[in-house]
């Protein structure tokens, strides 16, 4: 069982990914009711929506798969994040006509608590201490993990 | 909905990820206590699945978006059973926390469910 676990999904890495894993649920749910429901009132909008909520999926899996090709999709879905909520959070200010519709990054997420705000931050400060190979300690997290406790 | 089902379930919602997240974080490992604290989340959610069901027929409708409320309480349901898996296959402190945070999670979903049943108009 030990061995499944990737080296990001240790300690409080897990909680991190929880969270992540129910706004990846929350996004998509909310995205596709605003598609299926009301799609022609603000196009823009509801296709960021969906773009949100692919990028939380996508960020979801790659935070718990294992090696280097999952932690360089984790950090561009991550950066993509960060970059996503600052952008459509100053747009859904400045241009509210086109952001009017509610999304999980408009007002820099303060539909939900400003999570996703904070979200990438974090994500980004544990993929810096997570390094693959930079240093000893994702090796010896996986050595900890394989102990019998 | 019923409004006094929706505050005893947030309630026992809010307290069960209270108890979840202070014991994972004063490093308990998952024990009968919290897991029971999520399944009890978790029963209370299929109460109100039960209840979403018979209430319209009885005349208690929506006001808001009936697709959104599903989407809302599907979401709900499959939370504490996703959380309480992942506990009992890593037990350290940590899937307390997690357990915490789901149960959060569902509180914050059930009021927003309360609020497309009953203030939401479609």
């Known amino acids: ?149 | 909905m019923v409004e006094w089902f929706t505050v005893l379930q947030v309630a026992v919602a809010v307290a069960a990820g209270l108890l979840c997240l202070v014991l994972g974080l004063v490093g308990r490992l998952p024990s009968d206590l919290t897991l029971g604290a999520t399944a009890v989340v978790f029963v209370f959610l299929l109460g109100q699945v039960v209840v979403a069901l018979i209430a319209p027929a009885v005349g208690n409708v929506a006001s808001g978006s009936l697709l959104e409320f599903w989407m809302y309480l599907v979401s709900a349901v499959l939370l504490p059973p996703l959380a309480v898996f992942w506990a009992l296959v890593e037990r350290n402190r940590w899937s307390n926390v997690i357990l915490g945070v789901v149960c959060f999670a569902v509180a914050v979903m059930v009021w927003r469910m309360n609020e497309i049943w009953f203030v939401q108009v479609a």
């Open chain 1, 1 to 149: 069982m030990p061995s499944q676990s990737s080296s990001r999904a240790v300690g409080v890495g897990r909680v991190l990914i929880a969270v992540y894993a129910v706004l990846a649920i929350a996004a998509t749910a909310r995205s596709v009711v605003q598609i299926v429901e009301r799609f022609e009132e603000a196009p823009l909008a509801y296709l960021l929506s969906a773009v949100s909520a692919i990028v939380y999926l996508a960020a979801t899996a790659a935070l718990l798969g294992r090696g280097r090709v999952w932690y360089v999709v984790a950090l561009l879905a991550i950066v993509f994040e960060l970059v996503g909520v600052l952008t459509v959070g100053v747009l859904s200010l400045t241009m509210p006509e086109l952001f009017a519709h509610p999304s999980v990054w408009s007002g820099f997420g303060y539909g939900y608590a400003f999570i996703p705000l904070v979200l990438p931050i974090l994500g980004l400060v544990w993929l810096a201490v997570r390094r693959p190979g930079a240093d000893a300690r994702g090796t010896s997290a996986e050595h900890v993990m394989v102990a019998p406790r």
